[in-house]
């Protein structure tokens, strides 16, 4: 597709439960940025590839936050044992290349609900 | 850490109106972009800045960036229903191994009634 694409949509999930979160970018593009974004707020960051390289992981809240990119292009981020804090919006974005000007393009989300 | 204040957080307008968004920090950063956010979807792009003292016009929307890279301001003349919407400046760090990683403001949500 043209543009980036975040499967499911939309995940609900008991706490406690492990929840994967798929994102597509464009491709060919370089970089890779997943966000969280809570209700009303900003997205914060949470990780960075550049290609299957994570060269930046500091945003992850905890250890039971994973991301991987194995192949350079899919990217997954996994939550283990899901906690109610966990509930938000995460997006993923992709940018062409690796340089502080470059767009980011951001896919519609995934809306995570914990109960 | 670097932190993006961004007011008012609400704006609520008649049609017809000027609004003016403030993003203000006390880092450095070395591009500084707008992005719109509709519900249920992804920021989108508006425009990026990059040198101090620059502004850049987008049909109603004037976009500027303080001499010192560490502010801007987004400006909407005669604002209307489809602007409403929120909006959200980051501002892009470079170097070290997170080159373009963008910290968010707390977003504007702008209401603009008919």
Excluded: M
Excluded at chain 1, 44 to 51: A, D, G, I, M
Excluded at chain 2, 23 to 42: A, D, I, T
Aim: hydrophobic share 30%; with cysteine; glycine share 10%.
């Amino acid at each position: 597709g043209a543009g980036v694409s975040q499967s499911p949509r939309y995940k609900v999930a008991k706490r406690g439960q492990d929840v994967a979160l798929r994102c597509d970018p464009i491709s060919g593009h370089v970089s890779l940025f997943w966000y969280q974004q809570a209700l009303g707020q900003g997205p914060e960051f949470l990780t960075y590839f550049q290609n299957e390289a994570q060269l930046d992981k500091s945003g992850l809240p905890s250890d039971r936050f994973f991301a991987e990119r194995p192949e350079g292009s899919v990217s997954t981020l996994k939550i283990q044992r899901t906690q109610q804090e966990d509930s938000a919006v995460y997006l993923c974005a992709s940018s062409l290349a690796r340089r502080f000007n470059q767009p980011q393009h951001f896919g519609d989300g995934t809306r995570l609900s914990i109960l | 850490t670097q932190l993006l204040e961004q007011s008012p957080q609400f704006l609520s307008i008649q049609e017809g109106e000027n609004l003016t968004v403030y993003c203000n920090s006390s880092s450095v950063f070395s591009s500084l972009q707008w992005y719109r956010q509709e519900p249920g979807e992804g920021p989108v792009l508006l425009v990026t800045v990059v040198t101090g003292g620059e502004v850049k016009k987008l049909k109603r929307l004037t976009f500027q960036f303080g001499d010192a890279r560490k502010d801007s301001s987004l400006h909407i003349t005669a604002a209307q229903p489809g602007d409403t919407g929120l909006y959200l400046c980051a501002g892009a760090s470079a170097g070290g191994t997170s080159y373009g990683k963008l910290t968010f403001g707390q977003g504007t949500i702008l209401t603009v009634h008919p």
